[in-house]
């Protein structure tokens, strides 16, 4: 039966439900990253795959044209009346409910798809046109929708979805769905165009979502009392907010009750994340994702209960209720104390520590695995008693391998606060040998939580719990659980090497002449790109003896810079050779703050320098045309114009993202603020500037002289020193950023794009790279090592 209406429920109560701006959504960032996939898998499919999908395009269709044609005429009406409906009612229905920011961002969403899917198009090989089948398929000489049209559907559809019900979110969904299906029907091609579409629409809706935030309507205190009452359970007014709920009293005195409330909104990112771990993890319980969130707070509600009753000390159970607009409500006693996080580490008795084990032991019986156990998930009660406060992520019949991550968690949370050895000795004496061999492999950093992995680093790492794990058990020495599937710079490099790939696989048609013509390069000029090459390590030299305060020698500096190239081999560009002009420095006498402020002002004068040069070049080619044709060759006008302000709207976004400030706040600020700094004391000597500034002149002038020089040694004499020295100052400067190892396939794959954009022929521009890229940083690796171990046995670095 229904309870009684509570007073809270006459008119002029507090509403059920409340509008609530959410800005910068984790699940809209994670949603964003889906369709950017998306996106780069429907551009790489038109790669290197595209007669594969034509020909699975051309089955589709033979087999839709089988279909009688009534069905499609009928289905083509329903769509079109539908979709003109929704686009001219939709607006009319926003505004007369007064919710004209929603209006605004699905206008916004509406218009920046179409424009940046047209961007998209610019790309090479992007599929625009249709497969001319025809014949095979008489149904309509007109592709509808366009594929613009779907990405700002899409987009549009990302924007409004969040704000509608269930029902309504689906009806739209349902709505893009066929209008996709129509669009495969109509335009007898291959349907990467409407990969592409919907990818380039939902991440323009997700950076519209991220930019500007989404409205939810949230449930209420009132909401949630009047929805608890209905399923029995009365409470007392003017809760206290907690993380996720409140905190209710009982109307009968009874104890506090806190309130948990799991929206869609919630359930979807906690769905997108547990997907991400599915991803990532193997072997952590995370095989199973519950459909909605009504099953998963009853799980937990079950789970609770069924641990309660073979004495875990859990939160009691009070109720489990639905909203109206379906969010699910979990009702519990208050668990009483303090977290374990916030208890100092001499409270943390052994007593403490053997009532903490014994509840895994108890929750271990029933085979419960708690799956995210840290100490901000155990409270100590007043009596000394330690209670699990909630079982969210719990999972019931779980294995033995998911069993023992509980118990390397707890070893892991508890052994820098009270020392390896009381923490192992409290978890043996709990579960015994068996437990801890379990779960040693287990004790690996990357499976730990965030606050327990940053804690074990600063205790000084897991060595010393292992070898306390091993010393107690008997242990031998363990193989550690290979629990990461990838980590996410793989990912990156993986990214970046696929974008290399895609530039570089249709040039690979060459390489026999491009081999061939690096086999009858011009001596004279390939001895000219080894002396250019080896002027930039000069350059690394002066530019560190003028940025550093005492005396460098320059020989030693210059032995010290090629051994970077050896070191920059197995880092990303730069990090190695800023790296060992510390350590150089250091090894010098120099104090670390010091060494450290010397390679911010050379890097900071790099900076500095190179744009300087980028200008004057870019003057130079003003002035002479050397690139006049190339720059007829641009997009138009106003397509540059969408680029540049499609490339300051994703700045802005990822500004917005906390994230991403508190990075810029933390380290690129104060790195910039060190930077201006060293240079302070740079200046102060003309000697020193104009040492630092001749050095670091000479890095970006040497890889481009060698360039050109390349250039020159294949054949190619038409093309200006200008042209290829701004190819080296852009998009080669660009292309060393990317995280592989020395820039390795990035670096070729723009160069050799940009050398082909200044009208060198593919071959001889393919060639030119390869021996660019052989001069400058291949080559340099066997003497770089030589230098390296001279200086390591002279103990320079």
């Known amino acids: 039966m229904r309870a009684p209406s509570t007073p809270d429920a006459a008119v002029g109560a507090p509403p059920t439900y409340v509008d609530v701006r959410h800005r910068r959504s984790v699940a809209d960032a994670r949603a964003a990253f889906v369709w950017l996939v998306v996106l780069v898998a429907g551009v790489l499919l038109a790669t290197v795959a595209a007669e594969t999908m034509q020909g699975f395009a051309q089955d589709l269709h033979r087999g839709i044209g089988r279909v009688p044609r009534a069905v499609f005429d009928v289905?083509?009406?329903?769509?079109?009346?539908?979709?003109?409906?929704?686009?001219?009612v939709t607006p009319l229905v926003l505004a007369a409910t007064r919710r004209f920011a929603l209006l605004g961002r699905g206008a916004l969403a509406l218009a920046l798809g179409p424009l940046l899917f047209r961007v998209v198009e610019l790309i090479p090989q992007v599929p625009t046109t249709s497969l001319q089948l025809g014949d095979a398929l008489e149904l309509t000489r007109v592709s509808w929708p366009p594929t613009g049209v779907l990405?700002?559907?899409?987009?549009?559809?990302?924007?409004t979805s969040p704000a509608l019900r269930r029902p309504w979110r689906r009806a739209v969904w349902v709505l893009l769905w066929a209008l996709v299906a129509l669009r495969v029907i109509t335009s007898a091609s291959a349907p990467l165009d409407v990969v592409v579409a919907i990818g380039v629409g939902g991440v323009v809706g997700s950076a519209v979502m991220l930019a500007f935030g989404r409205t939810v309507g949230e449930l209420t205190p009132a909401g949630a009392r009047r929805t608890l009452a209905e399923a029995g359970l009365d409470l007392e007014a003017d809760p206290e907010p907690v993380d996720g709920g409140w905190t209710f009293r009982g109307r009968a005195g009874t104890g506090p009750v806190a309130v948990r409330v799991v929206g869609e909104h919630d359930w979807s990112a906690a769905r997108l994340d547990q997907a991400y771990r599915r991803l990532r993890w193997?072997?952590?319980?995370?095989?199973?994702v519950e459909p909605e969130p009504a099953r998963a707070v009853t799980t937990e509600a079950m789970t609770a209960l069924l641990a309660a009753t073979h004495g875990v000390r859990v939160p009691a159970v009070r109720a489990v209720a639905r909203a109206p607009r379906g969010e699910s409500l979990l009702a519990v006693d208050e668990v009483p104390g303090r977290p374990l996080s916030t208890v100092g580490p001499d409270e943390l008795t052994d007593a403490v520590l053997q009532s903490a084990w014994a509840q895994v032991g108890l929750l271990r019986s029933v085979r419960i695995a708690h799956r995210e156990l840290d100490l901000t998930r155990l409270s100590l009660d007043g009596q000394g008693r330690v209670w699990f406060t909630d079982l969210d992520h719990a999972q019931p019949a779980a294995s033995d391998e998911v069993l023992a991550w509980d118990?390397?968690?707890?070893?892991?949370?508890?052994?820098?606060?009270?020392?390896?050895?009381?923490?192992?000795?409290?978890?043996?004496?709990?579960?015994?040998?068996?437990a801890l061999t379990v779960a040693l492999p287990r004790l690996a950093p990357a499976s730990l939580s965030g606050p327990t992995r940053a804690a074990v680093k600063a205790a000084g790492g897991i060595a010393p719990l292992v070898e306390e794990v091993r010393r107690v058990t008997g242990a031998g020495e363990p193989d550690f659980e290979k629990v990461a599937r990838f980590k996410p710079r793989t990912l990156v490099i993986s990214a970046f090497l696929a974008v290399a790939v895609y530039f570089l696989a249709p040039q690979l048609a060459d390489l026999p002449r491009s081999v061939q013509a690096i086999g009858g390069a011009d001596p004279r000029w390939v001895i000219a790109v080894v002396l250019?090459?080896?002027?930039t390590y000069l350059g690394a030299a002066l530019g560190l003896a003028g940025g550093t305060p005492g005396r460098v020698p320059v020989g030693e500096a210059t032995s010290v810079a090629l051994a970077s190239s050896f070191v920059?081999?197995?880092?990303?560009?730069?990090?190695?050779?800023?790296?060992?002009?510390?350590?150089?420095?250091?090894?010098?006498?120099f104090p670390t703050p010091v060494a450290v402020s010397a390679s911010a002002a050379k890097e900071s004068a790099v900076l500095v320098v190179h744009?300087?040069?980028?200008?004057?070049?870019a003057i130079l080619a003003g002035s002479t045309g050397a690139l006049s044709a190339e720059v007829d060759k641009l997009p138009p006008a106003g397509v540059v114009v969408a680029i540049v302000a499609g490339a300051l709207v994703l700045a802005g976004v990822a500004l917005a993202v906390p994230r991403l400030r508190a990075l810029l706040r933390d380290r690129v600020v104060p790195a910039v603020r060190s930077s201006v700094d060293a240079m302070r004391v740079v200046v102060s000597s003309p000697v020193k500037l104009v040492t630092l500034l001749a050095g670091v002149a000479l890095l970006p002038l040497g890889f481009a002289t060698a360039l050109y020089f390349s250039v020159r040694a294949v054949g190619v004499h038409d093309a200006s020193f200008v042209a290829v020295a701004l190819v080296s100052l852009t998009a080669g400067a660009i292309a060393t950023a990317a995280p592989t190892p020395g820039g390795v396939g990035i670096v070729e794959a723009v160069l050799l794009a940009s050398l082909?954009?200044?009208?060198?022929?593919?071959?001889?521009?393919?060639?030119?790279?390869?021996?660019?890229?052989?001069?400058?940083?291949?080559?340099?690796?066997?003497?770089?090592l030589v230098s390296f171990r001279v200086l390591s046995r002279r103990a320079v670095i």
């Open 568 to 589: 920059a081999t197995f880092s990303p560009p730069g990090l190695g050779q800023v790296g060992l002009n510390i350590r150089y420095l250091q090894k010098r006498g």
């Open 532 to 535: 250019a090459s080896a002027a």
């Open 756 to 784: 082909t954009g200044i009208g060198v022929p593919s071959g001889p521009a393919l060639a030119a790279v390869l021996l660019y890229r052989l001069g400058t940083f291949w080559l340099p690796i066997v003497p770089g």
């Open 611 to 617: 744009l300087l040069i980028l200008a004057t070049f």
């Open 151 to 159: 990405a700002g559907c899409t987009a549009l559809a990302v924007v």
């Open 75 to 88: 289905f083509l009406v329903l769509v079109q009346v539908t979709y003109i409906l929704l686009l001219t």
């Open 407 to 434: 118990v390397a968690a707890l070893l892991a949370a508890t052994a820098p606060l009270v020392g390896p050895q009381r923490a192992v000795a409290a978890a043996d004496a709990a579960l015994g040998h068996d």
């Open 282 to 288: 193997r072997n952590v319980g995370d095989d199973e």
